[in-house]
């Protein structure tokens, strides 16, 4: 198969093969740039594999860096533009179910494209447009097949978060497994336990952001990759129900969708369970914060104190999530009470804690503290004016009472 227009990305990059091919070696475009432009969606990483070795690609190209020199990557720096390029490589045994004891540069494109992981990320592309397909990559595309390379039973023994990966593209292309990978999948989840839990947390993560993220959650459970994960041992239930009773096509961030599983399976320690998966901190602040929005919508209507504390993004994106439940929203509302918001930020007002002690004499401790956050929330509340005297007077009535 030959394609009749190459995207601009590839485009762009033609001049470095054709630099690599004039040097004498082989050269071409690999992976899934190959796959999303036969399927025409957006490219976003143009990979280069070569029969090049390291070292010839250093002396062909004037400005590189050894980004992964060790596995035979080399970033190229060429007219402004940045190019990952790999030597046609195989494999040794993997020592961790993860990464091969060893990797071996080779000449020939057959021998490298054998090691990848499925059928549909296989494919060379030449300069000239021409896709070269050795595993029946094509067919399934077109058939919207999800096929390991070779033997499946290898490939996730070689590396487990292939099986995530697998699971992340079925939410991603809207594919069906083939049956063998499937099973192979399936026997193997238990290889999941083996695997950094920050890698585990990218796959599963870009798996509910993609927009056929019911189908990837579905056989997440299905082929029981669920129980070798953080947190989620007993959750099949919760996890299925997640994907009947959500009327959600896609969420619009990783803290939304996060929320929306552990509301899902009910979590009373969401932070305890986000530190399971290590993610950042501030990760976990966005995600409980969702969750209490969410859950204290259930007993009560916005209010400007709910959006002055959250802030309008969260509390939409908590309000998403109530609708894809079924229960009333109100966006309108929202902005409305928003934009009505006296302040947005405590540092806004016009009186400090310095102040409070020069103007009434308070003293600094938790008496001021109290001072300052009833002046805070009654701003808020539009029940005082945010101006020295209006403040000095509620201050000084408050220490009367």
Not at 61 to 80: S, Y
Not at 230 to 235: F, M, T, V
Not at 352 to 362: E, M
Request: with cysteine; charged share 30%; hydrophobic share 40%.
């Amino acid at each position: 198969m030959k394609l009749t227009h190459l995207p601009s990305e590839f485009q762009k990059a033609l001049p470095i093969l054709q630099k690599i091919r004039l040097a004498g070696y082989e050269a071409y475009f690999v992976g899934g740039s190959v796959r999303d432009a036969l399927l025409n969606r957006p490219i976003h990483d143009v990979d280069i594999a070569t029969s090049s070795y390291p070292e010839e690609i250093k002396q062909i190209f004037k400005r590189t860096v050894d980004i992964g020199i060790e596995h035979g990557t080399v970033l190229v720096l060429e007219d402004d533009g940045e190019y990952e390029i790999t030597t046609f490589r195989t494999e040794e045994v993997y020592v961790d179910y993860r990464r091969p004891s060893q990797v071996n540069f080779v000449r020939s494109l057959d021998e490298d494209l054998k090691r990848r992981d499925f059928t549909v990320n296989a494919f060379a592309l030449d300069q000239d447009g021409e896709v070269i397909d050795h595993f029946g990559g094509l067919s399934d595309l077109e058939d919207k097949i999800l096929r390991a390379v070779g033997e499946p039973q290898e490939r996730f023994s070689e590396d487990a978060l292939r099986i995530l990966r697998g699971l992340r593209f079925l939410a991603s292309l809207d594919f069906r497994l083939e049956e063998r990978t499937f099973s192979a999948m399936k026997s193997h989840a238990y290889l999941l336990e083996k695997i950094s839990v920050e890698r585990s947390f990218i796959e599963l993560d870009k798996l509910l952001l993609a927009p056929f993220w019911k189908k990837g959650l579905h056989t997440f459970v299905k082929c029981e990759a669920y129980r070798y994960l953080p947190q989620l041992q007993d959750k099949a239930s919760a996890l299925l129900a997640m994907t009947e009773e959500m009327e959600l096509p896609s969420f619009d961030s990783s803290t939304q969708a996060w929320a929306a599983l552990l509301l899902q399976m009910n979590c009373q320690h969401p932070k305890d369970f986000l530190k399971a998966w290590k993610t950042s901190s501030h990760f976990q602040k966005e995600v409980t914060a969702i969750m209490t929005i969410y859950k204290t919508r259930l007993v009560q209507s916005v209010d400007r104190r709910l959006l002055y504390q959250y802030g309008r993004n969260l509390v939409y994106l908590a309000e998403r999530l109530r609708k894809a439940k079924g229960l009333s929203v109100d966006y309108e509302s929202i902005d409305t009470i928003y934009l009505q918001l006296p302040i947005y930020d405590k540092r806004e007002i016009v009186v400090n804690g310095a102040d409070l002690i020069k103007q009434i004499g308070l003293r600094p401790g938790p008496s001021l503290g109290q001072h300052l956050s009833a002046v805070e929330l009654a701003i808020v509340d539009g029940d005082l004016a945010n101006d020295q005297h209006s403040i000095l007077e509620f201050v000084r009535r408050r220490q009367d009472e």
